[in-house]
Structure formats: C-alpha cells, structure tokens
C-alpha cells in the first residue's frame, strides 16, 4: 500500500517533502506532480531503483527516463552541459515544461537512460517538488505515471486507481499544461524538436537559427517515439467541428469530445474541454477526457480537431496519436 501526502505545486513544504527524499535515497518510487503530467521517480543513479519503475509501468526496456534535478547546478552532475553550446540561453526556459538531450556522464544509471549516451534533463515548474528533489539530494529519473499505453496522468486520482508497487504518491491540483514537456535535441545553432510540447517552435526559434521536427529517421534518437502513447482504450475518431457536428446528426452511440464553443451546438451528452481562447485549458483536461470516455458508457468518442498553430501544434500531435481521422 502506498503513502498519500496532499501538497500544493507552488508551495514548499520541507517536512513533507524529506519524507519523499528519504525514500528516493533509500531506493524506493515516488509519484510527483509537475505543470506537465504527474511523474513515478526513482534515484537516476541506481540501477535498481529506476528498474522499479519499469517493472510498475509495464515499459519497455529500451525507452529511456527523463532525470528530473531542481536546479542547473544539479543538471551537470548527469550532463555534460558545457557541450551544448547553447545551454545558457535554454536555461532561460527553465524551470518549464522542456527537456533537453544532453550526452551524459556515467552518474546516470544505465537503466535509466536505456543504454543511450545522452540524457533527457528537466527541472519542472512546481516549487514543491523541486524542493522534494534538491532534499533527496539526487537527479530523480521519472516517466509519466501511468501504465504504459495509457494517457498520461494528469490527477493524481488517475494513478491511485491504475500503478500498484509505488511507496508515495506526492497529490497536488490537476496538471496546469497537461500534456508531456517538449523534448529537444541541441546540436549547435540547430535544434531537433523530438517531442513538442507547451514550449513551441516559435519559442525554440528565439534560440536556435534552425528548429526542426523530428521525422521518422529519429526513432533511433528518442526510442519512446517508437511506441503507442496518450490514447484512450476506446476508438476515437477526430474530425473538423463540421463534419463532426454532421456525423453527429446520423450517430448517436458516440461521445464527442469538443471545445465549449462547438458544444453550444450539441445537445446530447459531450465532454467540453475548455474554450477555444484557454488552450492550456483544453491540454489540461484532454487526457481526463480520454479517461472519462474509457469509463463511459459509449463504445467510441470523437474528437474535435484544433487549428495547427502554436501550443495547437502540440495538442493535435498527441490527438493524432490518439485518434484515427473520421
Ligand atoms: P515519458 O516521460 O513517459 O513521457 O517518456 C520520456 C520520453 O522522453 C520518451 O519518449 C523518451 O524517448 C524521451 N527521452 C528520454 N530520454 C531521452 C534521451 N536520452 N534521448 C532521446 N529521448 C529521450
Ligand atoms: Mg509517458
């Protein structure tokens, strides 16, 4: 059975975050929350703490874990940082939803980083945790927690009925951005942008003179790519607000997913993810929707697509992987 510590993302709370430090020291699992998507952390330097957290999820092996520190001086403990020549002006990003593929040095435990020469860094904006890190006084290697295949998880009500095997769970409000960090790959005046998230190519581009996507020929550089991730149990279609206000009309065993403003124009049961003008409000409930659908009675959702602009961009991809196109 696990530990269940309530805490508040913006406040430091020492007495309750040495209880999580100690156990990450003494090698056990610890579920944080951050402004992305709750994590399952275990000691970055240990081989048998991070093998823990494959074990709880179900992942594959060769799909590395992010190391979590709470501040740039801890990063170089795992990283060589002074190798990513642009490493100063990102670290202006932080903390924030950004994690950065750096070579490694051997600190990092090689189960952690899946046999890979690089490390994925992040120091997440969420005071507490931060200081629950800096207390353990250890990077804290940590994918989304939840069971591998399934959305991540954004309350901390999603792991208490999904992970077993975990020895706390840190439960703080819903997640602010809801959907994973924006994962990127320095390489000089270039950057390779494996993963997009809250932090958009438009932001990268004030650092770097060439930002790209990654393409499938990148499978090899980030291997969690490879796998099926953020989707519901259930089929889910997507469709632009139209046709699926249209199909709507012909079919009514189907729960629409949509924004408030194209709810307006449903009358049947719908989940409504936030307005159209709050896309963090739509990121952060897009998982809960995913859930919510998978324990409704309706055999399949649909989805409404967003504009592919900006934050957008980064909410289609997980809806894409999510989705199959009506
Ligand atoms: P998760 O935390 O469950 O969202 O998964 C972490 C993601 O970060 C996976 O998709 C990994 O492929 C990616 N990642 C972590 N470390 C590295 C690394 N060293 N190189 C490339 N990608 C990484
Ligand atoms: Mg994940």
Request: aromatic share 8%.
């Amino acid at each position: 059975m696990f530990k269940l510590i309530d805490v508040q993302c913006s406040s430091i709370d020492e007495e309750k975050a040495s209880i999580g430090a100690l156990i990450i020291r003494e090698g056990g699992t610890v579920v944080f929350p951050t402004e992305t998507v709750y994590g399952i952390g275990a000691d970055a330097e240990s081989d048998e703490a991070c093998r823990k957290i494959y074990r709880i999820k179900g992942r594959q092996q060769d799909n590395p874990l992010i190391v979590h520190v709470s501040d740039i001086k801890q990063a170089g403990n795992y990283a060589y940082t002074s190798q990513v020549e642009k490493f100063h002006e990102l670290s202006g990003l932080w903390p924030g939803p950004l994690t950065v593929v750096m070579p490694r040095n051997d600190r990092v435990s090689q189960v952690a980083s899946a046999g890979l020469d690089t490390v994925g860094i992040r120091i997440p904006d969420c005071a507490f945790t931060r200081d629950f890190i800096r207390l353990s006084r250890k990077g804290v290697a940590a994918p989304s927690a939840n069971m591998s295949g399934r959305p991540s998880a954004t309350r901390a009500e999603h792991i208490m009925d999904e992970l077993s095997g975990v020895d706390l769970i840190y439960r703080a409000e819903k997640s602010r951005i809801g959907i994973e960090s924006t994962v990127i790959l320095p390489q000089g005046t270039k950057c390779t942008i494996l993963r997009p998230g809250a932090y958009t190519r438009e932001d990268l581009l004030n650092i770097f003179d060439i930002v790209e996507y990654a393409g499938p020929a990148d499978k090899v550089r980030s291997p969690g790519m490879k796998y099926r991730h953020y989707s519901p149990g259930k089929q889910l279609f997507r469709a632009e607000k139209e046709q699926l206000l249209a199909y709507l009309d012909i079919h009514h065993d189907v729960l629409p997913i949509v924004t408030a403003e194209t709810a307006a124009d449903i009358k049947g049961d719908r989940l409504i993810l936030g307005s159209i003008n709050d896309p963090y409000a739509i990121s952060s409930s897009l998982y809960d929707s995913f859930r919510t659908l998978d324990s409704s009675k309706y055999e399949r959702g649909i989805i409404e697509c967003m504009p592919e602009k900006g934050f957008f961009t980064s909410i289609m991809n997980r809806i894409r992987k999510a989705s199959v196109e009506l």
